[in-house]
RNA sequence: GGGCUCGUGGUGCAGCCUGGUUAGCACACUGGACUGUCAAUCCAGAGGUCGCGGGUUCAAAUCCCGUCGAGCCCGCCA
């Protein structure tokens, strides 16, 4: 038996080690007299070091068996030992219930991948891969490889560039998603695409989100919406399954994007428990609290929910939810406490007359006991707080059920959004996304898009595209681009689907964030092998780095200093 | 680009608000004892530029400013 030395009990005669390997522990025992020069070395044996030992496995002594071990009823009796490597004394212990640093574990990364904890979670990813593979091939999917350097592409999220030696000043783009490619596929005959597949976008990381991710992508051509999902449901309900011995019933619900706005603010609503969003515009159409009066004059809105129990609240907790609605942009936050039928208790009961509360309370659904959170602003901010508050809520007050997993469909969504930066109409989703009739008028249109969601979080999306030139060419005229501008961005698609273009539809599917929720993780970072710090920078290698002038020159870029420029990487 | 939180022996934390002995605890580590432990136990020991720089003060881990690093969030991102 090969492995590392996770832990040592030494009796000074009798000796027992803890033996790791990928597979979890199991105690060796050094007997003195069985075995003297063996128990001799392992007097001396260091943490992490690796050894190989022979012996004879055998059933522990009575009352000596460890319940809390899966080989706890066996244990190696040691005849020979060799020391493999020694290891120093580790930066962290190599343990789970030990929480390290995150920087540290970063920098020492195969230590902490040592963890059974970690070990784990590198299986379940490779369980989820093969799955996947199982599944689409079960289905007739062939998997094909699109290029990492490609062409940078105007929309979405900024590119990570690649300078191209053999062509000075310019730049390939490591792929957003292998989103044209997988089209240009289905022109090319190969009807059902899959690839697993590692996308990069050069955006801010967060905890759920990291420069590189890992998807499933996959189109199809000949189908509607509901043959994409039909292709999705059963695999998902099959990872649950697998993972969390957890049956999800097929088919998912649908809910439009109006649907969920309404109800839940947000696009990916967390539907494991309730407070779902009411329109108090009513309840307050004739109030004489100017803060509302304003908001719906405005055209705005006024919106709220309760939450069960949630008196209990402390008012530092309280002030603690004005803080969050703040924090999304929202103008500010009315609370008020339902302390029986009759009455209510809030900041601003000298502005809202009891009949007003009431209505609030009854439209909501607040009871005695519970707290009415009330947000009186733009339809769009009103949402963003009171998702926020909800989601807040259901943690603090302990509503999120586990071992629950709400799958839902997001279908429907706008087919184009307003951008303030840009000041001009874009795609929600991307240029080639089949609007869901004739009606393109962009404050209404609706897109064939669909999202899968899951506890409130978003798993991947995708949609089925334009294949008539006609709707093609009105779309652009919506995103205000010229015929010039679309064959210089787009023109190789364009050309492409002149030749015979199926229609088409495909999906992507995060697995880093699946992968998270199923291993019950907080980040993308501990479902990761080798993850980046929240700064992009890697502690382990060092990366990103300067190089040397030579490579710089060769490649024919020239560095401008920068006020914010780092010194150096990660390390 | 912005907001919040954190940074103290190898590790995890306390001390900071209210400045004043030798910076405390646990784990790990080193040496010793111990023949059925399993987070072994017992005894002893070593180990600290309190992230870095500046300021206030008779005196700074503690107060102030700046800076670096880490995390979470907003913006951004499907």
């Known amino acids: 038996m090969c492995g590392w030395v996770a832990r040592q009990r030494d009796h000074g005669g009798l000796t027992f080690v803890d033996l790791r390997d990928r597979e979890g522990l199991v105690q060796l025992v050094f007997h003195p007299e069985e075995a003297p020069e063996a128990q001799e070395v392992a007097h001396q044996f260091k943490t992490e070091s ?149 996308c990069l976008r050069d955006e801010a990381p967060r905890a759920d989100r990291s420069f590189e991710f890992t998807q499933l992508d996959m189109e199809m051509s000949f189908v509607n919406e509901d043959d994409v999902l039909r292709v999705i449901e059963p695999l998902y309900a099959r990872i649950v399954a697998h993972i969390k011995s957890v049956v999800v019933p097929v088919p998912f619900r649908r809910l439009t994007y109006a649907e969920m706005m309404a109800r839940y603010g947000t696009d990916r609503p967390d539907l494991r428990y309730g407070m779902e969003l009411a329109d108090l515009g009513e309840a307050f159409a004739g109030t004489g609290f100017r803060a509302f009066a304003a908001a719906l ?77 009330i947000v009186a602003d733009r339809a769009d901010r009103a949402n963003v707080a009171l998702d926020g508050l909800r989601r807040h809520l259901a943690a603090r007050l302990g509503l999120v059920p586990d071992g629950e997993w709400r799958f839902c469909w997001m279908v429907e969504p706008p087919l184009f959004e307003w951008s303030e930066d840009e000041g001009k109409w874009v795609s929600v989703h991307h240029p080639f996304t089949s609007p869901a009739s004739d009606d393109l008028s962009p404050e209404t249109a609706t897109a064939r898009a669909y999202d899968l969601v899951l506890n409130g979080f978003e798993l991947g999306g995708g949609s089925i595209r334009i294949h008539d030139p006609w709707t093609q060419r009105r779309v652009f005229e919506v995103l205000g681009l010229t015929p010039e501008e679309t064959e210089e961005k787009f023109g190789h698609l364009l050309r492409a689907f002149r030749y015979g273009v199926p229609p088409h539809g495909g999906i992507a599917m995060g697995l880093d964030r699946l992968a998270m929720l199923m291993a019950g993780k907080e980040t993308l970072r501990d479902v990761t092998a080798f993850p980046k710090a929240q700064s992009g920078a890697d502690p382990l290698t060092g990366a990103p780095a300067p190089v040397p002038e030579e490579q710089l020159r060769d490649l024919g870029i020239t560095v401008i200093a920068r006020k914010d420029a780092k010194k150096d990487g990660g390390a």
């Open 297 to 373: 004059s405005q055209g705005g809105v006024i919106k709220g929910f309760a939450a069960p129990g949630g008196s209990q609240l402390s008012r530092r907790e309280l002030d603690e939810l004005v803080q969050v609605t703040k924090e999304r942009g929202a103008a500010g936050l009315v609370w008020m406490v339902v302390e029986d039928k009759e009455t209510i208790r809030s900041p601003v009961e000298k502005h809202v007359i009891p009949e007003e509360a009431r209505a609030a309370a009854a439209a909501t659904g607040a009871g005695p006991g519970d707290l009415l959170l």
């Open 50 to 198: 690796v050894i190989r030992v022979t012996g004879e496995v055998r059933r522990r002594p009575e009352g000596t068996v460890n319940p809390g071990l899966p080989t706890g009823e066996v244990e190696v009796a040691v005849r020979t030992v060799e020391v493999l490597a020694v290891a120093d004394t580790p930066p962290f212990p190599v343990e789970d219930r030990i929480e390290a640093d995150e920087l540290l574990r970063l920098t020492y990364r195969y230590l902490d991948l040592r963890r059974p904890e970690m070990t784990r979670v590198l299986q379940l990813r490779h369980s989820i891969s093969r799955i996947i593979r199982d599944h689409m091939e079960g289905l007739a999917f062939v998997e094909v490889e699109t290029p990492f350097l490609t062409r940078s592409t105007p929309e979405g999220a900024r590119d990570f560039l690649v300078p191209a030696r053999l062509w000075p000043g310019s730049f390939y783009a490591l792929p957003q998603s292998p989103q044209q490619l997988k089209q240009l596929l289905m022109v090319a005959g190969q009807d059902r695409y899959y690839q697993i597949v590692r």
